[in-house]
Nanobody
Framework: QVQLVESGGGLVQAGGSLRLSCRAS????????LTWFRQAPGKEREFVAA????????SYADSVKGRFTISRVNAKNTMYLQMNSLRPEDTGVYYC??????WGQGTQVTVSS
């Protein structure tokens, strides 16, 4: 069993930056692929970025390419999402996922125009 806790969300003006963290408890964190999703009000949850267990391979939604960076530090059981040049459309609850099945509770990101 893996428990995930996101943090780092908040209110920021357009053009600003935030760094989200996702800390995992339990063993075997280093073998899991990890993913960030987000859900805007009234919309379905959508993929944001993913990273392989080693951290070597990453992928991004087109809407965040060049602005967001996903990373992980396995020794700290933690994944990050550095978000730069934020836009109002980036507003939503951001969730981390491990091994395609474990979910965190989410952290709110609000970008004001």
């Amino acid at each position: 069993q893996v428990q995930l806790v996101e943090s780092g969300g908040g209110l920021v003006q357009a053009g600003g930056s935030l760094r989200l963290s996702c800390r995992a408890s339990g063993r075997a964190f280093s073998v899991y692929a990890l993913t960030w999703f987000r859900q805007a009000p009234g919309k379905e949850r959508e993929f944001v970025a993913a990273i392989s267990s080693s951290g070597i391979s990453t992928s991004y939604a087109d809407s965040v390419k060049g602005r967001f960076t996903i990373s992980r530090v396995n020794a700290k059981n933690t994944m990050y999402l550095q978000m730069n040049s934020l836009r109002p459309e980036d507003t939503g609850v951001y969730y981390c996922q491990a091994d395609h099945r474990y979910w965190g509770q989410g952290t709110q990101v609000t970008v004001s125009s």
